[in-house]
C-alpha cells in the first residue's frame, strides 16, 4: 500500500515564495518517491470564501493549476484535480459536521482572528464571521479524510488545520468504529515559515509576497525593497535576516557557506541583495517559461486537470460509500 500524501492551495492570489517552499515543492519532492501516491488539488471551494467575483475566482484558480505544473508535479504519478470537481468533498463534509463540537471550531485561529478584529473595532464579534469561515477547517478535514491521506505537507500555519482534521477522524472513528484514516502534518522544519519583504510571514493577506512568477524587473524590485537593518557595508550582518534566510531557499550548499562568511565579514546590503536576486533568478526562470507556456495553453491544462477529477472521484465515492454505510445512510 502507498503512503497517501495530499496537499491543496486556494486560489486568492498570485502564488508565491512562502507557498512553493511550505507547500508545493515539499509536495512535489515527496510524490517522487515509490511509495508515495500524490494528491494534489487547487481548493476553490475555499476560496469562495475569499473571492466574490467569477471571473476573478475562473483566472486565480489558472494560475494556481499552471504553478502546480511549472513547479513540477508530474500528472501521470500523482491525482491532480480541482477540489470542485469532485462533490463528494461536500457531502463527507456535512456528515463530518455532526462529529464536530463547535468548541473546537471556536478555537481556529482565522475565526479567532475575526472576532478579535471586530471586538478591538467595537464591532459585533461575529460581524466578519460567515459560515463559510466558521466551517472552514470542516471542508478541509473532509479534503484530507476522503482520499485517505495519512500525509499533508503544509507551512507551519496550516498546523492547526491538521490538527483539526485529525481530531474529526478521531471521533467519528469513535461514534462509528475504524472508518477514517487519521492524517498527520508534514512541515518541514527549515522551510516553517519563509519571511517576506517585510521580515513577517510572507502572506497574500500582509502584501509582502514575492510572486513566483514575476517578470525579472519586478522580481529585481521587489527583492531591492526587502527590510534590512542600518548597519553599515562593513559591519557583520546577522545570518537570521530575511536576506540570508532566502538565499538560504535558493543557493547551493557552497553558495550558502561563502554568503554566510561575507555576512560575517561584512557585506552591503545593496551587495547582498544583487546576490539574491541572481539565485532566485537563476532557480526560477526555467519554471516561469513552464508557467507561461501553460498560461498559454490552458486547453492542456484543463483535459489534465479533468484527467486527474475522474481519478480522484473514483476514490472519492468508495470513502463516501464507506462513510454512508458506518452512519446508517446506506
Ligand atoms: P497565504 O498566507 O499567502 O494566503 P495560503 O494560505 O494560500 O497562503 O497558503 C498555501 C500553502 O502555502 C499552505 O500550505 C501554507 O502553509 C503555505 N505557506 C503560505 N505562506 C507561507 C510562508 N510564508 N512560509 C511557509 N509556508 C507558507
Ligand atoms: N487551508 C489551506 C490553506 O489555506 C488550503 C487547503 C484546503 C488545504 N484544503 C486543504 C491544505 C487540504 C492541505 C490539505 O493554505
Redesign the pocket.
Known amino acids: 500500500m502507498k503512503k497517501i500524501v495530499l496537499?491543496g492551495?486556494?486560489p486568492?492570489?498570485e502564488p508565491?515564495i512562502?507557498?512553493y517552499?511550505?507547500?508545493i515543492k515539499p509536495a512535489i519532492d515527496l510524490s517522487k518517491n515509490s511509495d508515495v501516491k500524490g494528491f494534489f488539488f487547487i481548493a476553490d471551494y475555499h476560496a469562495l470564501n475569499f473571492i466574490k467575483d467569477a471571473k476573478l475566482l475562473k483566472e486565480l484558480t489558472r494560475k494556481i493549476a499552471c504553478t502546480w505544473l511549472a513547479c513540477g508535479l508530474d500528472p501521470k504519478k500523482v491525482v491532480f484535480y480541482r477540489q470542485s470537481a469532485v462533490s463528494e468533498v461536500t457531502e463527507l463534509s456535512w456528515i463530518l459536521n455532526n462529529v464536530t463540537s463547535k468548541g473546537l471550531m471556536n478555537r481556529a485561529h482565522a475565526y479567532k482572528a475575526s472576532v478579535d478584529k471586530a471586538t478591538n473595532e467595537g464591532k459585533d464579534e461575529d460581524f466578519y464571521v460567515n459560515m463559510g469561515l466558521f466551517n472552514y477547517p470542516i471542508l478541509m478535514a473532509a479534503d484530507i479524510l476522503l482520499y485517505n491521506a495519512k500525509f499533508v505537507p503544509?507551512?507551519?500555519?496550516?498546523k492547526q488545520h491538521i490538527e483539526m482534521a485529525r481530531d474529526i477522524a478521531k471521533s467519528f472513528n469513535k461514534t462509528y468504529g475504524s472508518t477514517l484514516v487519521v492524517p498527520s502534518e508534514l512541515i518541514s522544519e527549515s522551510?516553517?515559515?519563509?519571511p517576506?519583504i517585510d521580515g513577517q510571514?510572507?502572506?497574500?493577506?500582509y502584501n509582502n509576497?514575492i510572486p513566483l512568477f514575476c517578470d525579472e524587473t519586478q522580481l529585481k524590485k521587489l527583492i531591492s525593497s526587502i527590510k534590512t537593518d542600518s548597519t553599515s557595508p562593513s559591519e557583520p550582518k546577522s545570518l537570521d535576516s530575511a536576506i540570508f534566510n532566502l538565499y538560504r531557499l535558493f543557493a547551493s550548499q557552497e553558495q550558502i557557506e561563502t554568503m554566510a562568511r561575507r555576512f560575517h565579514s561584512g557585506i552591503g546590503w545593496a551587495e547582498a541583495k544583487q546576490e539574491l536576486f541572481e539565485v532566485v533568478n537563476a532557480y526560477l526562470r526555467p519554471m516561469r517559461e513552464k508557467y507561461n507556456y501553460y498560461m498559454e495553453h490552458y486547453d492542456e491544462v484543463e483535459k489534465i486537470l479533468d484527467a486527474g477529477s475522474k481519478k480522484a472521484r473514483k476514490i472519492a465515492r468508495e470513502t463516501i460509500s464507506r462513510v454512508r454505510e458506518a452512519v446508517g445512510l446506506e
Do not use: E, P, Y
Request: no cysteine; net charge positive; hydrophobic share 35%.
Open positions: 496537499t492551495i486556494k486568492t492570489g508565491h512562502g507557498n517552499f511550505g507547500a503544509v507551512g507551519l500555519d496550516q522551510v516553517a515559515t519563509i517576506g510571514k510572507m502572506s497574500k493577506s509576497t
